[in-house]
């Protein structure tokens, strides 16, 4: 079974920093790309990154492109985004995932973990 174990998630500021991360165990021949979307109470799903697991190829939603950085390190089949500069309305719980490839307009999910919530304060 593909499982996600998401850390990292807490209270910031406004424009600070937070790290999560994502260790993803049971992947299967069909994955090809892990990533990361949020999603707030009241609204929907918002795809913020993802990578391409064998070309690195990245995708950054328009909303958090030139603060937040997707990174793998594959040996450790760990993942994590990295999140400067945040804003009020990146408050949301964010969950790790698995799609079968990255594109340049995004990853369509199949699996994803339970998530890690991320508050930012004003």
């Known amino acids: 079974d593909v499982q996600f174990v998401e850390s990292g998630g807490g209270l910031v500021q406004v424009g600070g920093s937070l790290t999560l991360s994502c260790v993803a165990s049971g992947l299967g021949g069909d994955v090809h790309a892990i990533g990361w979307f949020r999603q707030a109470p009241g609204k929907e799903r918002e795809g913020v990154s993802c990578?391409?697991?064998?070309?690195?190829?990245?995708y950054y939603g328009d909303s958090v492109k030139g603060r937040f950085t997707i990174s793998k390190d594959s040996a450790k089949g760990t993942f994590y985004l990295q999140m400067n500069g945040m804003k009020s309305e990146d408050t949301a719980t964010y969950h790790c995932a698995a799609a079968p490839r990255a594109t340049r307009w995004g990853c369509r999910y199949d699996y994803w973990g339970p998530g890690t919530q991320v508050t930012v304060s004003s």
């Open positions: 990578i391409g697991l064998l070309d690195g190829f990245t």
